[in-house]
Structure formats: C-alpha cells, structure tokens
C-alpha cells in the first residue's frame, strides 16, 4: 500500500510504514484507491472492445483518483494511449507514462505549439481555426507529433461541423496529413435505446468512412457498451475505470475502486426537540448521540446530502451499520445519527465510511442529486489518498525508478 504524493519532507531513516501513519495521523480523512481494481476494469472493457485498442481517459487527475498512479498502473496493463482535457494534464501524463500516446481534449490551446511538441502530445482539433494554427506551428517547427480530428455528431460541444470535416478530406486523400484519429462524442451514450446513439452512430460512420487510413474512436464509457458497431478502432472509456457504472439500466459490471473514510472528532448527546446544524432544520425526535464527522462539500460531499425533518439524506456506515446523517451539511463538517449503535460502538478517532462497504459512489451521487462523474472528481485535497494493490507497488517502483 502506498501513500501518494510521496512527502519528501518525511526521513527517509522511516519505515514505510511509519512514512504512513505520519501521513494519515493528521488526515481528515482517508480516500483508499484500488489500482488493481482499475486494471481490472481496463481489462474486462478492452475484453469487451475486441478488436479495438482501449484507450484510458484520465483527465481531472484520473477522475479524481491520482493522475500519476493511474497512468502508471494502466501502462503496466497495457494501456497504450491516454486522453487528458488539458495540456498541463498532458505534461504530467507524459511525465508518468514516457512512451505512450497522449490526446488533449480540449484541442489546440493559442501559443502552445512549442509546449505540445515538448512533451509529444497530440491535440484533439475541433475547431478550422485551431487546424490552420496547428498546420502553420508544424510547417514552422517541423513538428510530425500528429493529432486528431474532433467531428461533432450530435453533442453540439466541441468538434467540426460534418460539412467542415467533409472540406478537408481532399487533404487526407492526399497523404501526409498528420492526423493520427478521428473522433466523435455520444451525447446518450447511458441510455441504450435513446435515438440520438443510432443517429450519431450513422453519421460518424459515414463521415470516418472518409478519412482512410485514419483510426476511428466514437465510444465512451457507456458506448463500448452500446455493441461492436460503435467501437470502431479504439474506445474510450473514463468514468468505468473509476467503477462508475456504464450501464445504468442494467447492473454495473465495473469493480468498486474508491473507498473514502473520514475521521469520527466528538460524540455528543442531544435531548429530544433540539435542532441540529445551520438553519435548524432536523429535529431530535428521541434523546440523541451524534457522532460528528470531519468532512463536508469544502471535501466534496456535497451539502444536497443533508437530511431535514421531513427528508432522509444520505447515509454513512460506522461500526459496520448505515447511519443517517443529521441536519445541514457544513463546510467541513457532518452530524451523523449513531442512537442505535451500541453506546461505545462510535468513538472519538473513529473513522465513518462514506463510500464503500456497500454505499457506492453512484448511491452517493443519487443522493446529491448528480451522477457519479462529479462525486469522484470533487473529493476534496484534505483526504490522505492512498493507493493499494499489487499495481500500486509496480506504479510506485516505476515512478522511482
């Protein structure tokens, strides 16, 4: 198990897992990542994506679970090509995983030219204007790193118009492009039977169909679950790898990969009738233990979980049993309802967990009021990330080596 980011101010005359506890001692709270679990998710989509190449997204530092970690540990798997959103997310990708692939999302950023070509990452062009600057940086610097084509289908986001892309076959035809993919987004890709999927389906297809030579990626997480038809020559998977479930109609056929846990900092008892929390709003209805908890939205778990007096919010487990959490959500703080544990079953340094032991990061995001995308990306800096796992002591030996 490994502690990431490696505090260099720790002695070295430490044992590892003293390194550890000097870690996790002033810690908040405690976001454990499975990095076998991610591997295995990467595995079970390339399975599913056979023929295609699995890519692996791993923008928003790997969706909030550690950019470098991640990349490592999917590069020890196999994992050849990795998409980032920004070219700072590109640097550290690179830093991480040397020989691969590396697409940025959100295109050809002005004045970047030279900082592309530094760390051989590929922009993901959706734009004629970023084209033409792309094209005058590569004739000036000789630069051959290659990049993508964005089609927009349907999303309506970033990405040429089908027209504009139908204008610069003529350059494909003629060779020596530099394009190295073209791709397209689903908007639905979530929900099986939504017309948008066949429609952007059909018109990728046709559209890709015209730049020979050139690989094709149209799915996302959900897509590769969509068929064959849509995964083309490589696939994309994000929020899958993290163990958000791409399948919301049918049971998620991803493996878990975060648990987070946060520290237990005062039991306290109420009497029946007094309020609990900003603004009052969840009145004890008996005599009442709290067990308040150091975690709150400044940490990403978002004030929609709170429960009033006329709703149940979200739930933590302690000592092996759901908990209902009480009143508002605050900043840094939650009050959780431990009446009907034993009496000493919730103590001071305890540790309630938020996600895991059955609550699962979809569940919580129900409870927010958002998908799980957002959850995992919001966790907050406050938690001690720790990285478990037979891949974490390959990605840490390589991010020494």
């Not at 999302?105 to 760390?119: K, R, S």
């Not at 209805?285 to 400044?298: H, K």
Request: charged share 20%.
């Amino acid at each position: 198990m490994n502690i990431a980011p490696d505090p260099k101010s720790v002695s070295e005359l430490l044992t590892p897992e003293a390194n550890q506890a000097a870690a996790l001692a002033p810690a908040t709270g405690v976001l454990t990542v499975d990095l076998d679990a991610i591997v295995a998710n990467w595995r079970k989509l390339e399975k599913t994506a056979v023929p295609a190449e699995c890519a692996g997204v791993i923008k928003a530092n790997a969706y909030g679970c550690g950019l470098d970690p991640v990349a490592r540990a999917l590069a020890g798997a196999g994992c050849k090509t990795f998409f980032v959103a920004t070219l700072n997310e590109a640097r550290a990708a690179r830093a991480a995983v040397p020989s691969a692939a590396i697409y940025v999302l959100d295109g050809f950023f002005q004045n970047c030219g030279d900082a592309y070509a530094e760390v051989n990452a590929r922009p993901v062009i959706g734009d004629l204007n970023e084209l033409a600057e792309w094209d005058v940086f590569c004739r000036r610097s000789g630069w051959q790193g290659g990049a993508g084509i964005h089609i927009d289908t349907g999303m309506n986001r970033l990405g040429l118009t089908i027209s504009e892309a139908q204008g610069i076959i003529p350059r494909i035809n003629a060779g020596d492009h530099g394009i190295t993919l073209v791709m397209s987004h689903l908007a639905c890709a979530e929900l099986l039977n939504h017309p948008l999927n066949a429609k952007q389906l059909a018109t990728f297809r046709e559209i890709a169909s015209l730049f020979s030579g050139v690989p094709a990626s149209l799915a996302n997480s959900s897509g590769v679950y969509l068929g064959a038809q849509f995964q083309f020559d490589l696939v994309r998977p994000g929020a899958a790898l993290y163990g958000i479930n791409p399948t919301p109609e049918a049971d998620n056929p991803m493996q878990g990969v975060v648990d987070l846990k946060a520290r237990i900092v005062h039991i306290r008892s109420i009497d029946k009738g007094e309020a609990v929390g900003y603004g009052g709003t969840w009145t004890a209805r008996r005599p009442t233990r709290l067990a308040i908890v150091s975690a709150g939205y400044a940490d990403g778990y978002f004030r929609a979980g709170s429960s009033n007096d006329g709703t149940r919010g979200a739930e933590v487990i302690i000592a092996g049993k759901r908990c209902p959490i009480a009143g508002r959500i605050s900043m840094d703080l939650m009050a959780v309802d431990v009446t009907d544990l034993e009496k000493n079953a919730a103590r001071r340094g305890h540790m309630a967990t938020l996600i895991g032991e059955g609550i699962t990061v979809d569940e919580l995001a129900h409870h927010f009021g958002t998908i799980g995308y957002e959850v995992l990306t919001s966790l907050g800096p406050r938690y001690a990330r720790v990285y478990k796992g037979g891949a974490a002591e390959a990605a840490a030996v390589a991010a020494a080596s």
